[in-house]
């Protein structure tokens, strides 16, 4: 069925103040009046200036592709097409649909996943010179050529496939949500996660670490603590420090749940780390175990940034080539949990191997007690 669009100015009942410019929607004998973000004086109805004129050009091109896109879908109702387009995000392009789509994210607590889908936006945005694309000109050309892009400008071969992944998500859901039609514009474009060097320091520096005097340094000395937890934690990732709560707590155990896989992990409580709780229980919040979150900022990624860059200053006080970041402490505990003679089995899939599955196979058969063990050996650190 067709939509009829018509341009209505409605007058402001206030005198001398401008008025604004509608859309009037038909569809189906239906009437929808939509506000735009235009306003104007009566006089220059007949006459809008110029950028009036460029913007209202502009929104009625993108919500007559919207229309276009829902009638390929199927039928629709008026107030289902204008709700779409107040939203500004099924409109048929694509920029406006990542920041629905994050936005979803964020509301759902997935904030890392948010966070990449707005740097791949940013990404493909400076490919595409600020311009934004419709969702049905994205094609496979289209996505080899960007795929060269990155690579000409030397971006590592994991961070293409990160922005690939987003954007192949994002497409997909528009796919989904019969707002494109699928041309799988990201066959042969590089997906998957190319091994990469790891990021282990060797034990003497996890010694000049620990034994580092940061009396006068309140919040770097919080820092290395935080390190050292998550190395003596078997590589706790910093997330999963964060939430930690006192009632993770259990009979010498801290048992808890990884936020990337769900998997219950319980690690015995070593001197070590009940010596880094009990320095800091009148710190945390609330009943979190840990003072990582503050009543101000409970955002685990920004939280996350301003450890890194504490450990990027406690490295460059130990002259270190490369610097710390909370990453190193779990592939440390797996390189020197393989130096040790540790099994392979015992060593998880999140330190760095890469078949999780049979990882924690062995883990449970091997028992709770040989994990301990070989936990308490590694982080001896004599």
Same mark, same amino acid.
């Given at each position: 069925?067709?939509?009829?669009?018509?341009?209505?100015? $409605?007058?402001?009942?206030?005198?001398?103040?401008?008025?604004?410019?509608?859309?009037?929607?038909?569809?189906?004998?239906?009437?929808?009046?939509?506000? &735009?973000?235009?306003?104007?004086?009566?006089?220059?109805?007949?006459?809008?200036?110029?950028? $009036?004129? %460029?913007?209202?050009?502009?929104?009625?091109?993108?919500?007559?592709?919207?229309?276009?896109?829902?009638?390929?879908?199927?039928?629709? %109702?008026?107030?289902?097409?204008?709700?779409?387009?107040?939203?500004?995000?099924?409109?048929?392009?694509?920029?406006?649909?990542?920041?629905?789509?994050?936005?979803?994210? %964020?509301?759902?607590?997935?904030?890392?996943?948010?966070?990449?889908?707005?740097?791949?936006?940013?990404?493909?945005?400076?490919?595409?010179?600020?311009?934004?694309?419709?969702?049905?000109?994205?094609?496979?050309?289209?996505?080899?050529?960007?795929?060269?892009?990155?690579?000409?400008?030397?971006?590592?071969?994991?961070?293409?496939?990160?922005?690939?992944?987003?954007?192949?998500?994002?497409?997909?859901?528009?796919?989904?949500?019969?707002?494109?039609?699928?041309?799988?514009?990201?066959? !042969?474009?590089? &997906?998957?996660?190319?091994? %990469?060097?790891?990021?282990?320091?060797?034990?003497?520096?996890?010694?000049?670490?620990?034994?580092?005097?940061?009396?006068?340094?309140?919040?770097?000395?919080?820092?290395?603590?935080?390190?050292?937890?998550?190395?003596?934690?078997?590589?706790?990732?910093?997330?999963?420090?964060?939430?930690?709560?006192?009632?993770?707590?259990?009979?010498?155990?801290?048992?808890?749940?990884?936020?990337?896989?769900?998997?219950?992990?319980?690690?015995?409580?070593?001197?070590?780390?009940?010596?880094?709780?009990?320095?800091?229980?009148?710190?945390?919040?609330?009943?979190?175990?840990?003072?990582?979150?503050?009543?101000?900022?409970?955002?685990?990624?920004?939280?996350?940034?301003?450890?890194?860059?504490?450990?990027?200053? $406690?490295?460059?006080?130990?002259?270190?080539?490369?610097?710390?970041? !909370?990453?190193?402490?779990?592939?440390?505990?797996?390189?020197?949990?393989?130096?040790?003679?540790?099994?392979?089995?015992?060593?998880?899939?999140?330190?760095?191997?890469?078949?999780?599955?049979?990882?924690?196979?062995?883990?449970?058969?091997?028992?709770?007690?040989?994990?301990?063990?070989?936990?308490?050996?590694?982080?001896?650190?004599?």
């Amino acid at each position: 069925m067709n939509t009829s669009i018509k341009l209505k100015f $409605i007058s402001s009942k206030v005198k001398g103040k401008e008025g604004v410019i509608c859309l009037q929607l038909i569809h189906n004998r239906k009437i929808k009046l939509m506000r &735009t973000r235009f306003h104007l004086h009566p006089h220059e109805w007949k006459n809008p200036p110029e950028h $009036i004129k %460029t913007g209202m050009e502009t929104e009625l091109k993108q919500i007559v592709d919207l229309i276009r896109l829902l009638g390929m879908r199927g039928d629709y %109702t008026v107030e289902e097409l204008a709700n779409l387009y107040a939203n500004n995000s099924f409109n048929g392009y694509l920029f406006p649909f990542i920041d629905y789509i994050v936005k979803d994210l %964020t509301n759902n607590n997935r904030r890392k996943t948010a966070s990449i889908c707005v740097t791949a936006k940013k990404s493909f945005e400076r490919f595409l010179c600020g311009q934004d694309i419709l969702l049905d000109n994205i094609d496979n050309d289209l996505m080899r050529k960007y795929e060269s892009h990155l690579k000409t400008a030397g971006v590592m071969k994991n961070t293409i496939s990160c922005y690939m992944r987003a954007l192949r998500s994002v497409y997909n859901q528009a796919v989904k949500r019969g707002l494109a039609i699928q041309k799988n514009p990201f066959a !042969s474009i590089f &997906t998957r996660i190319d091994k %990469t060097v790891k990021r282990a320091v060797n034990e003497e520096v996890i010694i000049r670490l620990k034994t580092m005097d940061l009396s006068t340094h309140n919040e770097l000395e919080l820092t290395r603590d935080l390190f050292m937890f998550s190395f003596y934690m078997r590589g706790m990732s910093f997330v999963d420090m964060a939430n930690l709560r006192k009632s993770n707590v259990k009979n010498d155990y801290i048992i808890y749940a990884r936020s990337k896989t769900k998997q219950t992990l319980t690690v015995k409580i070593e001197d070590c780390m009940q010596e880094i709780i009990t320095r800091y229980e009148q710190q945390a919040i609330d009943d979190y175990l840990l003072p990582i979150y503050t009543a101000q900022n409970r955002d685990n990624t920004s939280q996350l940034r301003n450890h890194n860059k504490r450990l990027k200053r $406690i490295s460059e006080m130990l002259k270190l080539e490369k610097p710390l970041s !909370s990453y190193v402490s779990r592939h440390t505990w797996a390189t020197l949990a393989l130096r040790k003679g540790v099994p392979v089995e015992v060593i998880s899939e999140s330190m760095g191997h890469e078949n999780e599955t049979t990882t924690r196979i062995y883990l449970a058969s091997l028992g709770q007690s040989v994990v301990d063990k070989a936990n308490a050996e590694i982080i001896k650190l004599k």
